[in-house]
């Protein structure tokens, strides 16, 4: 005998559905970071995208150059001396993230309730151009932090693992009002569990409204910008920067250039290009930056950080 089909009473769900409307979030990316390094920094706008660097070039006896006064019975000559200008000093010129976007215009007309679809494309985009530009900062050959480090400016670690004496060691490189550390939180868990079998937690503070795991008072800003590479032995490593930022305090400092044309943010522009004949709507986003190391000893990089030590406790 076949079954007996149920008579419903009551309206089904899927029915009730297709008169219902659904909250909509706006598009969702996994891949937006904080991009602390952006706000550690010191940001000096520039001129015509040019940064030139002037330094005082380095002389052997520059300790002769000064001296105390001479004893009350003596008339000794009084050193006569000048600072020296690098002849050519290096200058850096600001460098694009740029993307185009392209909306067909049906879409963008038909389509952009309740969220712009514009607007939405704009935004996700310029999230994209944004976290580009601190890897930039970081990675990029020419200016990024990681190239622009003196070679006495670099250390290994002692044993592989990131410990408080590599920390301490660092600190040594830049003990003039050092700024923050710059990691991958990989990087700042190994040492984390370093201090931790150790017996010294690091203490957190709270800034810009975050917690930040702190060094001898200097925090450690995660970024995942900071490549993690295999080692040898299949061993995977990163690097730990140290970094005084400011230009009184002759550090690292961001470049940009304010009043671009089309700006909605700091160096940051989007113009709108045109429609094609195919009803497609250009828009160019465009993030003018560059970096600058002041003195050498402001960045230091401790290399070789290893990330896959664990210990086990009684």
């Known amino acids: ?24 979030t706006r598009a969702q990316w996994g891949g937006i970071t904080p991009r602390w390094l952006v706000s550690f920094l010191s940001w000096t706008p520039v001129e015509a ?11 052997a006896d520059a300790a002769t150059d000064v001296e105390c006064s001479p004893p ?17 000093p290096r200058e850096y010129f600001l460098k694009a993230v740029t993307t185009v976007l392209d909306v067909q215009t049906r879409v963008s007309d038909l389509y ?49 693992a990131p410990t408080p004496d590599d920390l301490d ?24 569990r370093e201090c931790t079998r150790r017996g010294v937690p690091p203490p957190t503070v709270t800034l810009f409204g975050a917690p930040f795991v702190t060094w001898r008072g ?4 995660p970024t ?11 061993a995977e490593k990163t690097d730990i920067l140290l ?14 250039q304010p009043g671009v044309p089309g700006e909605v943010g700091p160096s940051l522009s989007v113009r709108f290009m045109g429609i094609n004949r195919k009803a497609i709507a250009s828009y160019l986003i465009s993030l003018y930056c560059s970096l600058a190391v002041l003195t050498e000893d402001a960045l230091a990089v401790l290399e070789g950080v290893e990330l896959g030590r664990y210990h086990e406790y009684a």
């Open 1 to 24: 005998m076949a079954d007996e089909v149920e008579i419903r009473k009551t309206l089904s769900e899927g029915a009730a559905r297709q008169l219902a409307n659904a909250t909509k």
């Open 49 to 59: 995208g040019i940064f030139r660097l002037n330094r005082v070039r380095e002389q």
């Open 72 to 88: 009350r019975d003596r008339e000794p000559d009084l050193p006569e001396t000048f600072v020296d200008y690098v002849d050519t």
């Open 112 to 160: 952009s309730r309740p969220f712009d679809q514009i607007q939405e494309q704009l935004r996700l985009l310029i999230e994209k151009v944004k976290e580009r530009q601190e890897g930039e900062l970081i990675n990029n050959a020419e200016y990024g932090l990681l190239a622009s480090a003196a070679p006495s400016q670099k250390i290994k670690t002692r044993k592989g």
């Open 169 to 192: 060691e660092l600190l040594t490189k830049v003990w003039k009002e050092p700024g923050f550390f710059l990691a991958h939180p990989r990087a700042i868990a190994a040492f984390g």
């Open 218 to 221: 200097v925090p450690l800003v």
């Open 224 to 234: 995942d910008k900071l490549k993690i590479e295999a080692g040898p032995n299949g």
């Open 243 to 256: 970094i005084r930022t400011g230009e009184k305090k002759q550090g690292v400092v961001g470049l940009f």
